[in-house]
């Protein structure tokens, strides 16, 4: 199995300011058919399902604020928020969909210093 | 707006079983492989099945794999998760997921584009 692991665990940033969380694959989860990464990262807020946010490790989905970015090949990944907003508060999860079972990482709390 | 609507949770003693179901809408159901993923009270996010498009492949993680059984209806729209000989830490909130669809019929090994709202299972006696 593909083991996800995220850090930091958690981080508190300044209204405005940069947050960057970091994710890694226990292997290469690059799908060399179309030369793209099979990472999503995910947002959640208290209460609510998961959101995508992001797919194939730097698309944005629709309608995601263009704040958020993925970057990132390979085994090491990163999802910034440029621009931290208040309504940004929640868990971020990254997940491989690269092979079976598709495995989340464990998710990064962020919170509002 | 795509939507999808778990039911069938709730209480149930360890031993048991239980089926959920999730009902899709506002979108061509049949296009679509589907997921489901749980997340134990407090917990993160656990990825438990997915079935493609046409049900031909199911795939489980190996926490339920022999236990639990995917199933989907494309004629009414609906996937289910039958879940037997249930433990007290299959206890969670239950999603269904449907893939993105870069590609159309969207393929297994694809990102989770929208959520269902999660239908919750508790494992107790």
């Known amino acids: 199995d593909i083991v996800m692991t995220q850090s930091p665990d958690s981080l508190a940033v300044s209204l405005g300011e940069r947050a960057t969380i970091n994710c890694r694959s226990s292997?290469?989860?690059?799908?060399?058919?179309?030369?793209?990464?099979?990472l999503a990262w995910y947002q959640q807020k208290p209460g609510q399902p998961a959101k995508l946010l992001i797919y194939?490790?730097?698309r944005r989905q629709s309608g995601v604020p263009d704040r958020f970015s993925g970057s990132g090949s390979g085994t090491d990944f990163t999802l910034t928020i440029s621009s931290l907003q208040a309504e940004d508060v929640a868990v971020y999860y990254c997940?491989?969909?690269?092979?079976?079972?598709?495995?989340f990482g464990p998710g990064t709390k962020v919170d509002i210093k | 707006e795509v939507q999808m609507v778990e039911s069938g949770g709730g209480l149930v003693q360890p031993g048991r079983s239980l089926r959920l179901s999730c009902a899709g809408s506002?979108?061509?159901?049949?296009?679509?492989?589907m997921h489901w993923v749980r997340q134990a009270p407090g917990k993160g996010l656990e990825w438990v099945s997915g079935?493609?498009?046409?049900?031909?492949?199911?795939i489980y993680a190996d926490s339920v794999k022999g236990r639990f059984t995917t199933s989907r209806d494309n004629a009414k729209n609906s996937l289910y998760l039958q879940m037997n000989s249930l433990r007290p830490e299959d206890t969670a909130l239950y999603y269904c997921?449907?893939?993105?669809?870069?590609?159309?019929?969207?393929?297994?090994?694809?990102?989770?584009?929208?959520w269902g709202q999660g239908t919750m299972v508790t494992v107790s006696s």
């Open positions: 997921a449907k893939a993105f669809g870069v590609v159309i019929p969207a393929d297994l090994h694809d990102a989770l584009e929208m």
């Open positions: 506002t979108f061509t159901f049949k296009n679509y492989a």
């Open positions: 194939w490790a730097s």
């Open positions: 079935i493609s498009w046409n049900g031909a492949t199911i």
């Open positions: 292997q290469s989860v690059l799908y060399s058919s179309n030369n793209e990464n099979q």
């Open positions: 997940q491989q969909y690269y092979s079976t079972p598709f495995t």
